[in-house]
């Protein structure tokens, strides 16, 4: 029998679109309460890159992620353990979600996915060449020396217990979902749901952290379907969709997701793993989800990009040059709000003139980015409440394509929750 488990957290409802199947809430967490829908920004070895983290709590970031993995190995346990975990090593007195790790990356293009590789968990798939699965855990090769290690359910959660994150995930086993390897699916599938009895087990702090399962299954519904059963089963404080953004189709990626939130409990919270564009994350929360993460927004600053609501900008355009109006009219960012409201008043031009030569523009997108991110689920969650979602919708998708050619995946997903683009 698994033990029952105590919550830490509280799944405040505070709003549900008439339409749709979007839900606002409050979830109330060990080191203060977070808005959802939200996104969370991910700081992979305890610290965000482009930001201090004063910077990012300025964005009004109260839940970002850290890797368990790569913590584990550096600073390591003990030390994690001496100074009492990561919110005091990085100096974060917000909440932290700890994910597990990638050692590899996709081979697959976000531009023809339409997903990102996420590298807060632990993507088996990019570890295919490396590791060898079994019931007892992971053998892989250690990405810094090429060490045997095994990672553990019990391990991952010891890891977690120690860095003292707020939530917690569960070891499972990811297959992509790409696969056409039906039975190992299955077999993944399934592994999991043991899997997550060892990590409640192991779990030696319900009382202050949260451990939430991860539902796979590939593509096939009905596996999603009897995984759903199972992992709700144990009555986890929090539930989390995997398995996903590895190249499906984006069909395929709001099937999945649709019928998985259709048979969550109404009263937890709903994180749908590794998922960053901001059309994936608006859709997604019409097909009821809540919580998401991604490290392309940061990622992509780094290479010049910057997120608007028009769409992606490549800032190292020499169309740019000349361009002296900020990077988007309106934005709160501190890169953004011009001088006299307490903001640095940069422009595109002069992310132009040193994108390509200093770091700083890389630290400047990020903090427009992160800030775009937060703001956009700022604004889902507002017209949530005023029961005005599918407008915003509408508005939403047509100042991306002014053309009004939306995407059709975007076009099914939202007639199948009863709002109309056109």
């Not at 488990?5 to 199947?21: D, F, G, H, I, K």
């Not at 080191?31 to 700081?43: D, E, K, S």
């Not at 790569?70 to 932290?96: E, F, R, Y």
């Not at 097909?287 to 190292?316: E, H, I, K, Q, Y």
Request: aromatic share 6%; hydrophobic share 35%; net charge neutral.
């Amino acid at each position: 029998m698994v033990r029952s488990m105590p919550s830490a957290l509280t799944y405040e409802p505070v709003a549900q679109c008439s339409t749709t199947r979007a839900r606002a809430a409050t979830l109330h967490l060990p080191h203060g309460p977070v808005q959802l829908p939200m996104f969370m920004p991910v700081a992979t070895q305890a610290s965000l890159k482009g930001l201090t983290y004063e910077q990012l709590e300025d964005t009004g970031c109260r839940l970002c992620l850290n890797n368990t993995y790569h913590l584990g190995l550096k600073p390591g346990q003990a030390t994690l353990d001496a100074v009492g975990g990561a919110h005091k090593l990085q100096g974060w007195s917000h909440n932290i979600l700890t994910g597990k790790t990638v050692v590899g990356r996709s081979s697959r293009s976000p531009a023809l996915t339409g997903h990102t590789d996420d590298w807060t968990r632990f993507q088996m798939v990019s570890l295919l060449k490396l590791a060898k699965v079994t019931e007892e855990g992971v053998r892989f090769l250690s990405p810094h020396d090429g060490t045997p290690m095994l990672l553990t359910p019990e391990h991952s959660i010891s890891l977690q217990n120690s860095i003292g994150s707020d939530i917690i995930m569960q070891l499972d086993d990811v297959i992509a979902t790409t696969s056409p390897d039906h039975a190992r699916i299955k077999e993944a599938t399934e592994r999991s749901i043991r899997w997550l009895d060892r990590c409640i087990e192991a779990h030696k702090y319900p009382e202050r952290q949260n451990l939430f399962c991860i539902i796979q299954g590939g593509l096939d519904l009905e596996l999603r379907r009897k995984c759903c059963e199972e992992m709700v089963a144990r009555d986890t404080p929090g539930i989390a969709i995997g398995g996903l953004s590895g190249g499906e189709a984006k069909e395929a990626y709001c099937s999945v997701v649709k019928e998985c939130t259709a048979l969550l409990p109404e009263n937890k919270p709903r994180y749908v793993m590794g998922v960053g564009y901001p059309e994936d994350l608006v859709v997604s929360v019409a097909l009821g989800a809540d919580m998401f993460d991604c490290v392309w927004p940061t990622r992509t600053a780094r290479f010049g990009n910057a997120l608007t609501s028009g769409g992606v900008l490549n800032l190292r355009r020499v169309a740019y040059a000349n361009d002296f109006s900020p990077i988007e009219e309106g934005c709160v960012c501190t890169c953004c709000r011009p001088r006299e409201e307490g903001g640095l008043g940069i422009t595109k031009a002069f992310i132009y003139h040193v994108a390509s030569k200093e770091t700083s523009a890389a630290h400047l997108l990020t903090m427009h980015n992160v800030q775009f991110q937060i703001s956009l689920m700022e604004s889902v969650r507002k017209s949530i409440i005023e029961d005005q979602f599918p407008q915003f919708l509408r508005d939403f998708f047509l100042k991306l394509y002014p053309n009004k050619k939306y995407p059709e995946w975007v076009v099914g997903a939202l007639e199948g929750v009863g709002v109309q683009l056109a």
